[in-house]
């Protein structure tokens, strides 16, 4: 009976503990932007909202605890070198109504392709953009012109052909909103977005 009653109370014990169920660390963003996540257990929430803050959640909830950074940095080390770059954006500007770089872009242009060349299979998507000078028609076109020049000189540095895809967007996607007939020169763009 003694020992029964001993069993009990070691049982009793353990189902006390805390230990933890699942296990959340917040790591910093690629881009160093602010992000947060929000954990709902037992109908509490927690926020986690500085990096390396860490939730132990159980049955009865959440605890927290902010980690050390480098011993985290090395726990989650094989996982972070095993994800794909993260996606990257470029802006190269143009000259008033032409395909032709602006010379700030133009020597731009070297690091941006040493960039793109480096990752193994980029997915890269050149998008070209007008600002509201001419027609709608014509900037459709002109948009997609300047993407095309940008597409050709990726092209001549190495990167696959296959491996760009280009649009042109005219003047519907304004980066500096303005009235119809203005020169804007950072709507003059084009996006390489690389994935």
């Known amino acids: 009976m003694v020992m029964l009653i001993w069993i009990a109370c070691l049982l009793a014990a353990v189902s006390q503990q805390r230990t933890p169920t699942e296990q959340i660390t917040l790591l910093p963003s690629q881009d160093g932007k602010a992000s947060a996540v929000i954990i709902t257990t037992a109908g509490v929430e927690t926020v986690l909202d500085k990096p390396y803050q860490i939730a132990a959640i159980d049955s009865k909830g959440a605890t927290t605890a902010t980690g050390d950074s480098a011993a985290i940095a090395k726990q989650y080390d094989a996982t972070l070198s095993a994800l794909p770059q993260r996606a990257a954006v470029f802006t190269l500007y143009f000259i008033t109504d032409s395909d032709t770089l602006v010379p700030e872009s133009a020597a731009r242009l070297v690091d941006i392709k040493a960039q793109l060349a480096s990752r193994p299979a980029p997915e890269i998507i050149v998008i070209g953009h007008t600002d509201t000078v001419a027609k709608r028609e014509y900037n459709d076109e002109l948009s997609l012109r300047r993407a ?6 990726l092209v001549e540095v190495g990167i696959a052909e296959d491996r760009i895809a280009v649009q042109g967007r005219g ?20 996006e390489i977005r690389v994935r």
């Open 171 to 190: 003047e519907r996607e304004l980066l500096v909103p303005t009235a119809d007939g203005v020169d804007e020169p950072r709507n003059r763009r084009v």
């Open 148 to 153: 095309a020049t940008v597409k050709r000189l």
